[in-house]
């Protein structure tokens, strides 16, 4: 079946701008995850939905960032007057919901570059 | 705060050279402990979870086994197309959903 889906792959915008990412999930899951990965390292928490609600939004790095889920299934991930330091691979996963089914799946992620 | 410190940083094999990779965490209250590979340009593809000390599980070449302080993933008879950065992350249970990473090892299999 199809996995977890981004768009767009790549991103290239300059400092100031505004950009939006989007996040399709494997249907049927619940759970939805945002990630960033700087090259060389892991994926870093950013938020996570549990259906339409932001369930915990702590890993987002400051209030330029914001994400939505409105029908429960498709994300966007929000990012105002991008700076240089936003640039990385935002990663999107998703899994049949927390606790015991929450073995997470991740899509082949957005590379965001900020001139 | 949670950590997860993986060694080491990458590891070049000959193929058919047997080797391990550790993970090791300090967290409160483990839950679970994963692993994944990633190839370039990729999302990390999930391998193995491991809930409690002494669990092992295997997959084709890959074995992945779990103490209170570690984990380890075994090669066997690497192939050149193991070749990947492999990322273990650690889940708590007071946050039973956040995967917090280590920094990877990139493993390089030679024909």
């Known amino acids: 079946g199809a996995g977890v889906s981004q768009t767009p792959s790549n991103k290239v915008t300059e400092k100031g701008k505004y950009v939006e990412l989007r996040c399709d999930p494997i249907?049927?899951?619940?759970?939805l995850y945002w990630y960033r990965q700087s090259l060389g390292q892991g994926p870093e928490f950013l938020i996570y939905f549990q259906g339409t609600g932001a369930a915990d939004d702590s890993g987002l790095p400051n209030d330029r960032f914001f994400a939505v889920r409105p029908e429960g299934s498709v994300s966007t991930l929000k990012i105002q007057r991008t700076e240089r330091g936003d640039s990385a691979v935002y990663l999107c996963?998703?899994?049949?919901?927390?606790?015991?089914?929450?073995?997470?799946?991740f899509g082949p992620g957005t590379r965001l570059t900020v001139l | 705060e949670d950590q997860v410190t993986q060694s080491p940083e990458a590891l070049r094999l000959q193929e058919g050279e047997s080797s391990s990779l550790n993970c090791s965490y300090t967290v409160s209250g483990l839950r679970g402990l994963f692993w994944y590979r990633q190839d370039p340009g990729k999302g990390p593809e999930f391998l193995f979870t491991?809930?409690?000390a002494g669990e092992e599980k295997e997959k084709e070449r890959l074995k992945a086994t779990l103490t209170k302080k570690e984990s380890f993933l075994h090669i066997t008879a690497p192939k050149p197309e193991d070749s990947a950065t492999y990322l273990c992350a650690v889940q708590v249970r007071s946050n039973d959903y956040k995967l917090s990473f280590g920094a990877g090892t990139t493993v390089t299999v030679r024909a």
């Open positions: 491991l809930y409690s």
């Open positions: 249907s049927g899951h619940t759970a």
């Open positions: 996963a998703s899994s049949l919901g927390a606790g015991e089914y929450n073995e997470q799946f």
